[in-house]
């Protein structure tokens, strides 16, 4: 059974704002409005201008480094539970046999705004030039997502069918694990809008 997610709603951050201001090409670019982002190759263009001017920098900060190392622990933490767990076999089984593929599909590229695919960035991801398949989610690669930073929906969210398929306490270990991937990718976020000093921007 497939499902889809609400991809209308798009809120520009701040830091989004800041990064279009002064790293967007060519400079000034604005965001298409309120549902619209820019599209997903030129939010990458605009997180490699930024990361290319202030990623080491950014990156060889105490905080940040520590932040860092904590969202990558939660994050392994919790890609190792859904293996354990078989939800990543589930995903990749149902993205093969459904007519249109997984719950990754066109679209939910808006979701992924430009201080997450910094965070990738900063942890070494090699961010795409293009989509490798139409009907999917930009990020959506040949053995899942590309990214290691992802938006709190692809973190979290479970489909109905698998829900249902797991037991209340692997559930509920799932629940928390994503919890602290959530958490530690949102004070890492805070700590890098802190270094560039545009919080509250």
Known sequence: MEYRFNRDCWVESSFDGFLLEHYAHPPGETVRGLHH?????????????????RGESIRARPPIAALLQRFRD???????????FKIAEACARCDRIEPHGSCC??????????????VNLLLGVELPKAGTRPDSCFFLGPEGCI????????????CPDLEKSLPPARLHA???????????????????????RIAGR
């Open 74 to 84: 939660c994050s392994d933490l919790a890609r190792a539970m859904m293996r354990r």
């Open 105 to 118: 599909s066109a679209g939910l590229e808006e979701k992924i705004d430009v201080m997450i695919l910094v």
């Open 174 to 196: 799932m629940q928390i694990a994503a919890g602290d991937e959530i958490e530690a990718l949102f004070r890492l976020g805070e700590e890098i809008k802190r270094a560039c």
């Open 37 to 53: 982002p820019q599209p997903a190759a030129s939010r990458i263009d605009t997180a490699q201008r930024f990361f290319a001017d």
């Open 147 to 158: 990214l290691f930073a992802r938006h709190m929906l692809c973190i979290d969210y479970l």
